[in-house]
T-cell receptor, first 116, second 116 residues
Framework: GAVVSQHPSWVICKSGTSVKIECRSL??????MFWYRQFPKQSLMLMAT?????????EQGVEKDKFLINHASLTLSTLTVTSAHPEDSSFYIC????????????FGPGTRLTVL | AQKITQTQPGMFVQEKEAVTLDCTYD???????LFWYKQPSSGEMIFLIY??????QNATEGRYSLNFQKARKSANLVISASQLGDSAMYFC?????????????FGTGTSLTVIP
C-alpha cells in the first residue's frame, strides 16, 4: 500500500513551453501533497504544500505564477511549469501523506525535466 | 539554524559490516517525528524508519535501527550487515507537530557506498 505515481517520468521540452506533471496516490487518500525540487547531488527543496480543495502554500522564493499547483482531488495533484526555461531543468518529486499512520511521506518516483 | 544536520557527505562500509549515519535536529516543538529515507540512483525516495518524539524505545525495522538520543537531539541510522544494494543516498527528515500534513525538513544527505 501507499503507492504514489508520477507522470511523466521524464520530459524534454523547448524553452517557453509549459509542462504539466501529475502526482497520484494510487491506494490511499492524500489530504496533503508536497512538491519538491532536487538538483544533482543535493537535498530535496520543498516548493509548495498542496491541500485538496484549497490553494497551495508556496515556500519563500518559489514563484507561484510560474509553478502552478492544483490539488483537484484527494488522489491527484498537478504541477505545471509555465513558460519553462533551461534553469527550470531539474528533478521534481511529489509526496503524499496519509491521514492515518505516523505521518511519513510517500514519494513518487520523480520527474526529470529538461528544458532546451 | 538548520533544522536537520547530516555531517557525513559520504561514507564507505565493507559488505556485511554495520554502519552508522549521523543526524542531528533542532526544534523547540515537544512533538515531532524523525524519518530516514533512502534514495538510490533511480531517484525514488524510499521510507525506511520512523521515530516519534514520545517513543520510549528506539525504532527498528529489519536491518535498520534508529539510535534516538533525545537530550542530544540526535537520530542516527544504523544499518546492520550492509549489502551492496544499500549503496544510495540517505536523507534524515523531521516533521514538527502532530499534524501529519506538516512539511518535512530534510538534511543534505549522506552518500553510502558498500564495498564488496
Amino acid at each position: 500500500g501507499a503507492v504514489v505515481s508520477q507522470h511523466p517520468s521524464w520530459v524534454i521540452c523547448k524553452s517557453g513551453t509549459s509542462v504539466k506533471i501529475e502526482c497520484r496516490s494510487l491506494d490511499f487518500q492524500a489530504t496533503t501533497m508536497f512538491w519538491y525540487r532536487q538538483f544533482p547531488k543535493q537535498s530535496l527543496m520543498l516548493m509548495a504544500t498542496s491541500n485538496e480543495g484549497s490553494k497551495a502554500t508556496y515556500e519563500q522564493g518559489v514563484e507561484k505564477d510560474k509553478f502552478l499547483i492544483n490539488h483537484a482531488s484527494l488522489t491527484l495533484s498537478t504541477l505545471t511549469v509555465t513558460s519553462a526555461h533551461p534553469e527550470d531543468s531539474s528533478f521534481y518529486i511529489c509526496s503524499a501523506s496519509r491521514v492515518a499512520g505516523v505521518g511519513e511521506q510517500f514519494f513518487g518516483p520523480g520527474t526529470r525535466l529538461t528544458v532546451l | 539554524a538548520q533544522k536537520i544536520t547530516q555531517t557525513q557527505p559520504g561514507m564507505f562500509v565493507q559488505e556485511k559490516e554495520a554502519v552508522t549515519l549521523d543526524c542531528t535536529y533542532d526544534t523547540s516543538d515537544p512533538s515531532y517525528g524523525l524519518f530516514w529515507y533512502k534514495q538510490p540512483s533511480s531517484g525514488e525516495m524510499i521510507f525506511l524508519i520512523y521515530q516519534g518524539s514520545y517513543d520510549q524505545q528506539n525504532a527498528t525495522e529489519g536491518r535498520y535501527s534508529l539510535n534516538f538520543q533525545k537530550a542530544r537531539k540526535s537520530a542516527n541510522l544504523v544499518i546492520s550487515a550492509s549489502q551492496l544494494g544499500d549503496s544510495a543516498m540517505y536523507f534524515c527528515a523531521m516533521r514538527e507537530g502532530l499534524v501529519t500534513g506538516n512539511q518535512f525538513y530534510f538534511g543534505t544527505g549522506t552518500s553510502l557506498t558498500v564495498i564488496p
